[in-house]
Structures are given as C-alpha cells and as structure tokens.
Nanobody, 122 residues
C-alpha cells in the first residue's frame, strides 16, 4: 500500500484546509485509513480514522467537531477537512492505513505516507 499526502500549507487561525491522501496498491476491506499529526518537539498522535466500510469514524477529542474525515472511493483518496484551525493544530500531518478496523485510537496502522506540513498562524 502506498500513501501520498498533500494539501498542507499556511493558514490563519480560524481558517480551513483540506488534506488529501491518495492510496494505491492493495486495499483491505476490513481495514481503516487514518490521520495522525506530529507537532514540533512532540510525539506523533492520532487525529481521526475512517473504516473502509465508510460507516465508522473516530476523532481525537482535540479535533472533534472541527475536523472531518471522508473518502472518495473511485479516486482511492481520503480527505481530512480541517475547520476553525488553531495554532495548536500546527504539525506535520500523516495519513496511514490499517489492515483491520478497531473502534479504538489504538488500532494498528501498518502503512504510512509521508507527511504534509500544516502551519496555523495566530
């Protein structure tokens, strides 16, 4: 599985960005796709995940209600719509794929794309 993230950039606080993750290669019908982020000097943390069935989502508390994960099946692309961005959202964002969906932020993500930088100015 190959993942290619894009869409990062510089935005003012309160603004919006949409990240994209293009997937190619093998797919896992019972798996999931997700977004993580790593802020400068901090560990990478979970942001959101969507089951391959499209019926289940999980969000980190810090982004729930502001971010939305979705996908375009024909294009094998996953999106992360980020609204009302805050300076604390500044990070490198990574997309990832899991072979099996779990209703938990601790599910195992095996495949990772390169990151895309999001910078939110105050």
């Amino acid at each position: 599985v190959q993942l290619q993230a894009s869409g990062g950039g510089l935005v003012q606080a309160g603004g919006s960005l949409r990240l994209s993750c293009a997937a190619s290669g093998r797919t896992f019908s019972k798996g999931a796709v997700g977004w993580f982020r790593q802020a400068p000097g901090k560990e990478r943390v979970f942001v959101a995940s969507l089951s391959m069935s499209g019926t289940n989502t999980i969000y980190a508390d810090s982004v729930r209600g502001r971010f939305a994960i979705s996908r375009d099946n024909p294009k094998n692309t996953v999106f992360l719509q980020m609204n009302n961005l805050k300076p604390d959202d500044t990070a490198v964002y990574y997309c990832a794929a899991a072979r099996f969906w779990m209703p938990s932020t601790q599910m195992s993500f095996t495949y990772w794309g390169q990151g895309t930088l999001v910078t939110v100015s105050s």
